[in-house]
């Protein structure tokens, strides 16, 4: 039975279901000779760990429980009489995690678990690397953060996985490393990579005014609390950012062309959300009609998009273009039919040269992007002894 | 740097660009730290093979001879006096595959490669994972032997990679595993996996009769030189096969229902091609052509599928259902939009369970089932120390 030992860093949505797929998977992974050992679970105030580090695991009803607190928005040290584990807070558990790491890196192999949202995670994530541990991520910031600190990251880039950090449990970094492995040079990548700006578009495409689609998008929860956080295209960008670094484009999130949906003049330091929603959005109506009809006129629909330009040779690429914003695409092509909130990346190879490989379904919820951290982690069982 | 040792069985289109990715490839997967060392090449009649097994490799230089003289129809004993290698036909050749793996397959490791059409070579993979190798397919003949076989090959499930059986280079056996390792049961795969009769039936549905259909695909050099080889869904069933045993279905090519487009009394050993391309197939089109009006009168269109059920509990699978054959999809559908020789797999599980996760794009090739070989060989590197 091969053992891996994991510490879960953050334990919101994904991460609570992470540690309850954890548990329903046991049969399943023990008939693979696998067993997922999860020593601790951190967040940003406090942290949970085994006494014996080397031999034992926080069991099932443990973990449960510990979803059940987080659930209820109570903190980790609340576990402290419940079964037989350590706890620390902030700020001696910051040094606990790399005290953990450096007990488990050489000796059995650790998985650091990312299923934060938080840039903090960057610096415990390099220095457990270095101790011969392995990070699996569904948390974008470390590596959209700067280019420094992704190398380093990516210094053994066998350790490092993080399908969900785009697409959530889509095969899209599996799928571009295999290709990019094969020598399959990746000319263009484009893609829909928010569920909440494709459900937008494909309204608008309706004939829909843009205000009603985002308060519509709002009241069913598509959004997030701050629409603007999805309308500005960040999230997006972060994603495209990723991509491109994979594909070995030595770029930074501040030389991605983004563009928003909605002017400076109403960004969240200067009308509150409730001004946005019930003044500013309305003002944007007539532009996006507009777009959408000239687009309609060449036979076109407007999607909100990633575009990504490759390189015609593996060894040396060279930066062409990373750019996120709304493009006018065919009605006919795999992006112009998407309609809802599915992503769809096309990958454009020599292989895929003139219909492109397509990779499309549903880009986010905690189920699908804690599927595929778990996938990640199994896929790393040949790094463990 | 990782060395990896191959040794490749079958040096038709599909081998022969294998070893010419292998070669263009080099510095690439020199800056990955990886080397892929081919020490030697067999067909069905002869085999080279380096001298020296434990540190040698076939130089570039005398594998791309090797393409050439293959290409050209030659004998590898050709290859004798080109470089240092030893030369070996049959049947000593069988014996000396045995030998270099169990040289190699417990020291160093070796990744028998399989780009044959034979069903011969479950017995030498077969005896060459018990001896410490690894094996990765392009060839489905061992994959849909008897489930005993199946078994043997996958005893350690690690060792054996065979993207290239089911859709060339797509994403779909790394997909699935990754669902299932996940804990995401599959509820249901439907797929179009034949390029010829994707293309067969969406130009059928545009009215033409579908003996002009075959005629052409079987001009355009997108058929079997007998296209019944194509039209009789057997290769299509292989496919299905391999997708059902890695969901966990036991059974056998024979338990799948498959639809052949033309009936047993123009079957080959009752009609020539000749006689099937001038006369047999002429008799077909009035059937496919009320079936495909029947379709759209209900708003459907006709593909040529397989459709597989699996199981609501990953570990207990149950064989509900694996056919082979067209059916009416809906026009709107991933399936029903699909046109010409695309690959397209609709898989719904529980995370994609209302609209499924979609792989497409060109599912036969050389080059692309090519860059599918490689793209296993690098992903099975964390097995060789």
Redo the contacts between chains.
């Keep these: 039975m091969k053992n891996i030992p994991l510490f879960l860093i953050g334990c919101g949505g994904v991460g609570r279901q992470l540690l309850q797929?954890i548990v329903?998977?046991r049969?399943?992974?023990s008939?693979?000779g696998l067993c997922l050992r999860v020593v601790g679970v951190g967040d940003s105030k406090s942290l949970v760990a085994v006494d014996d580090l080397l031999h034992k695991g926080l069991d099932d009803s443990f973990l449960l429980e510990l979803c059940r607190v987080k659930g209820a928005g109570e903190s980790l040290s609340k576990l402290r009489d419940f079964g037989a584990c350590q706890t620390f807070v902030h700020p001696e558990s910051q040094g606990r995690i790399l005290e953990i790491a450096s007990q488990l890196g050489r000796k059995t192999g650790l998985v650091f678990v990312d299923c934060s949202a938080s840039s903090d995670t960057v610096s415990v994530l390099k220095q457990a690397i270095d101790m011969g541990c392995c990070a699996v991520m569904a948390n974008k910031k470390p590596l959209t953060s700067t280019m420094e600190d992704f190398k380093k990251l990516f210094m053994y880039?066998?350790r490092i996985r993080h399908?969900s950090t785009v697409g959530a449990?889509?095969?899209v970094i599996?799928?571009l490393n295999?290709?990019t492995?094969?020598?399959?040079p990746v000319r263009q990548i484009i893609g829909s990579l928010s569920g909440t700006l494709g459900y937008v578009m494909s309204e608008v495409e309706d004939g829909k005014p843009l205000s009603q689609v985002v308060r519509d998008a709002k009241s069913l929860g598509y959004t997030e609390p701050d629409p603007r956080d999805d309308l500005g295209g960040m999230d997006v960008a972060r994603k495209a950012l990723i991509l491109a670094r994979i594909l070995g484009h030595q770029i930074n999130l501040d030389s991605i062309q983004i563009e928003s949906l909605y002017p400076k003049e109403m960004g969240p330091d200067v009308m509150t959300v409730e001004d946005f929603m019930d003044r500013g959005v309305l003002l944007l109506d007539k532009d996006i009609q507009d777009r959408v009809e000239k687009a309609a006129s060449n036979g076109n629909v407007l999607r909100y998009v990633c575009v990504i330009e490759g390189s015609r040779h593996?060894?040396f690429p060279f930066f062409t273009m990373c750019e996120v914003g709304i493009q006018e695409l065919p009605k006919n092509s795999?992006l112009g039919?998407l309609r809802?909130s599915?992503n769809v990346l096309e990958i454009y190879t020599?292989?895929?040269s003139n219909?492109?490989?397509?990779?499309?379904?549903?880009g986010a919820?905690n189920?699908?992007t804690?599927?595929?951290v778990?996938?990640d982690i199994?896929?790393i069982?040949?790094?463990f002894p």
């Design positions: 797929h329903s998977c049969s399943l992974h008939t693979q880039p066998r399908e449990g889509l095969p599996a799928s295999r290709i492995s094969s020598g399959d593996l060894l795999p039919r809802g599915d020599r292989c895929y219909q492109p490989l397509v990779i499309q379904g549903a919820g189920d699908t804690a599927a595929g778990l996938a199994v896929d069982q040949d790094l």
